[in-house]
């Protein structure tokens, strides 16, 4: 099993950061792939970012240039520098992990979501 818990959300201007993050119940060095997923009211859950265990990571479009994905392996923990934040960010964010290898860990897992809101 894997537990995620978010933090780092709240309230900013245009233009301003934010510093996500999400702590990991288990070694990361055992998690496939972990990233950020938003929903914005009335819109489907998308990818923001993710990063995998190879440290490769991808992110959405709307999103590059502004955002970045980082792991603090010694913390089991994954980080979302946002920069440059647009009203259009506004969304509450989930942490995602999702661990492939057989055993007990197995399975996709998130977190209960944060709150990021931008003001114009």
């Known amino acids: 099993q894997v537990q995620l818990v978010e933090s780092g959300g709240g309230l900013v201007q245009a233009g301003g950061s934010l510093r996500l993050s999400c702590a990991a119940s288990?070694?990361?060095?055992?998690?496939?792939?972990m990233g950020w997923y938003r929903q914005a009211p009335g819109k489907e859950r998308e990818l923001v970012a993710r990063i995998t265990s190879g440290g490769s990571t991808n992110y959405a479009d709307s999103v590059k240039g502004r955002f970045t994905i980082s792991a603090d392996i010694a913390k089991n923990t994954v980080n979302l520098q946002m920069n440059s934040l647009k009203p259009e960010d506004t969304a509450v964010y989930y942490c995602?992990?999702?661990?492939?290898?057989?055993?007990?860990?197995?399975?996709?897992?998130w977190g209960q979501g944060i709150q990021v809101t931008v003001s114009s």
């Open positions: 288990k070694s990361i060095f055992s998690i496939n792939t």
């Open positions: 995602n992990a999702l661990v492939v290898q057989f055993g007990p860990s197995r399975g996709d897992y």
